[in-house]
C-alpha cells in the first residue's frame, strides 16, 4: 500500500491529511567518492561492485560532529560487518554512507568521505555519496536510487552514534534470511540516558509505556528490498515509521508479525540531552504518528493507535494492569496527556487544510550535542540538526 493513497479512510482521516503537504525534494546533484577518489561519471558506479546481498546504510552530515568521530562510527560499523562476513563469507555487502551538508560546507563533506571511503576492505567496498541540504530520508532514498541496479535483497541501516553489541549485526542477518528475506527485523535498542533532567525524566516515561509488541527502529534495522523499492514518500517524517505502517497486517492475529525485534541483538545509543531538543524530537514524534495514521487505511489506523501508541489508555483501550495498579495508573496518565496532544496536532491540521494552509515541513528534533557509546572517550564538535 501506498500512505496518502489507499482506499478505506475515514473523513476525519482524510481532513487531516489535507492539512500536511510537504513540497517535493528538490532536485541536487550527488557527489560520489570511492576509494578515496571522486567519481566523475556515475555510471561507473557499478563496476567490481557485488550485485544482490545486502546494502548498508550510514547516514551521517558534516555538521554532526569532527573527522575522527566520523571515522570512530564507520570502523565500528565495519568492525560489526566482519562477524557478518565470517559467517556467511558468499554474502555480498556494500556500505553507502551518506554526507550531507550545509552552505559552504561542500568541500569538508568531500574531504570526509576521501578520508572515510579509504577504509573500505576489499570484501565490504565503501561507496560515498555528498549531497546538499537537510533531512535523512532524502539520503535514504539517494542511497536507494543510486544502488537500484545492484538489486539488494535487503537494506541494513543503522545511525552514526550507534553502539553494537557482540554480534548484534550477524544475529540480524541471520534472521532476516531464516524469515526468507522478507519484513523487517531490528536490534533491540537501548536508549542511555544523559546526565540531565529531561534525558532522564523520558527515560522515566519510555519505561512504564512500553507497548506489548515491539517493531524496529531505524537506529538498526534490516529490512527486505522489496518494501522500501519505491522509497520513502516525502509525506513520511520517519524511516522506521514508514516501514511499520508498510508491513502492519492488521487482518492477522499478529498484526507485526512482518516486524520482529530480536532481544538477542543488542545496541545502544544516547538519548536526546535538552529539554528544548527533548520537545522538538516529540514534536515531530507526534507529526509522525498523526501524518501515517491519516494516510493509511483506516484499518491500518486502528490497529497502531490501538495495539501500539495508544496501549492501556481506558476506555480507547483495554487497560493494561501489568506490572501492577499503580504502574497501570501511571501509564494511562501518560497516555492521556499523549492522545490529548495527538487530537491537538491533527485537529490543527485538519483546520490548515480546511482553510486551504497546510503545513509545509515539521523542524528536526535534535539539536543537542553528538554523543557515542562507540566514542564517547573521543569529544567530538558541537552540530546543528539536521
Not at 567518492?33 to 550510514?58: C, F, H, K, W, Y
Not at 574531504?111 to 532524502?138: C, E, H, M, S, W
Not at 524530537?281 to 509522525?288: D, F, I, Q
Request: hydrophobic residues 40%.
Amino acid at each position: 500500500m501506498l500512505g496518502g493513497t489507499g482506499s478505506g479512510r475515514t473523513w476525519w482521516q482524510r481532513a487531516v491529511a489535507r492539512g500536511f503537504d510537504p513540497p517535493p525534494p528538490p532536485h541536487t546533484p550527488v557527489t560520489l567518492v570511492r576509494s578515496g577518489e571522486i567519481q566523475l561519471d556515475p555510471a561507473n558506479l557499478e563496476t567490481a561492485l557485488p550485485a544482490g546481498g545486502l546494502g548498508v546504510l550510514l547516514p551521517t552530515y558534516v555538521a554532526r560532529c569532527g573527522l575522527t568521530a566520523h571515522q570512530t562510527a564507520l570502523r565500528h560499523l565495519l568492525d560489526a560487518l566482519a562477524d557478518v562476513r565470517q559467517a556467511r563469507p558468499g554474502l555480498p555487502l556494500t556500505v553507502w554512507l551518506g554526507m550531507q551538508y550545509g552552505p559552504g560546507e561542500q568541500a569538508e563533506a568531500l574531504d570526509r568521505l576521501r578520508a572515510l571511503t579509504g577504509a573500505g576492505q576489499p570484501d565490504v567496498p565503501v561507496i560515498g555519496f555528498a549531497l546538499p541540504g537537510r533531512g535523512k530520508i532524502r539520503t535514504v532514498n539517494t542511497a536507494f536510487q543510486l544502488s537500484r541496479r545492484l538489486g539488494h535483497t535487503g537494506w541494513l541501516w543503522t545511525d552514526d552514534d550507534v553502539e553494537f553489541g557482540p554480534g548484534c549485526l550477524a544475529r540480524l542477518v541471520d534472521r532476516f534470511h531464516e524469515r526468507g528475506c522478507t519484513g523487517a527485523v531490528g536490534a533491540h535498542m537501548v536508549a542511555l540516558p544523559r546526565a540531565t533532567a529531561a534525558a532522564r525524566t523520558m527515560d522515566r516515561v519510555s519505561g512504564i509505556t512500553v507497548p506489548p509488541g515491539a517493531y524496529p527502529a531505524a537506529a538498526c534495522m534490516l529490512v527486505a528490498g522489496d518494501v522500501v523499492a519505491d522509497g520513502i514518500p516525502v509525506r513520511r517524517l520517519a524511516d522506521d515509521g514508514h516501514v511499520l505502517f508498510e508491513l502492519l497486517d492488521p487482518d492477522a492475529a499478529d498484526p507485526l508479525h512482518d516486524l520482529e525485534v530480536l532481544p538477542d541483538a543488542r545496541g545502544a545509543f544516547y538519548r536526546v540531552s535538552g529539554t528544548y531538543d527533548t520537545l522538538r524530537r516529540l514534536r515531530r514524534s507526534l507529526y509522525s504518528h498523526v501524518t501515517c495514521a491519516a494516510d493509511y487505511p483506516w484499518p491500518t489506523a486502528r490497529t497502531y493507535l490501538t495495539g501500539t501508541l495508544f496501549h492501556g489508555l481506558w476506555p480507547l483501550t483495554a487497560w493494561d494492569n501489568s506490572g501492577g495498579p499503580v504502574r497501570g495508573l501511571k501509564r494511562w496518565t501518560v497516555k492521556a496527556v499523549h492522545l490529548t496532544w495527538f487530537c491537538c496536532v491533527a485537529a490543527g491540521l485538519a483546520a490548515r487544510g480546511a482553510t486551504g494552509r497546510p503545513l509545509r515541513h515539521v523542524p528536526w528534533g535534535d539539536d543537542g550535542d553528538f554523543m557515542s557509546p562507540a566514542a564517547e572517550a573521543r569529544p567530538a564538535a558541537a552540530h546543528t540538526g539536521r
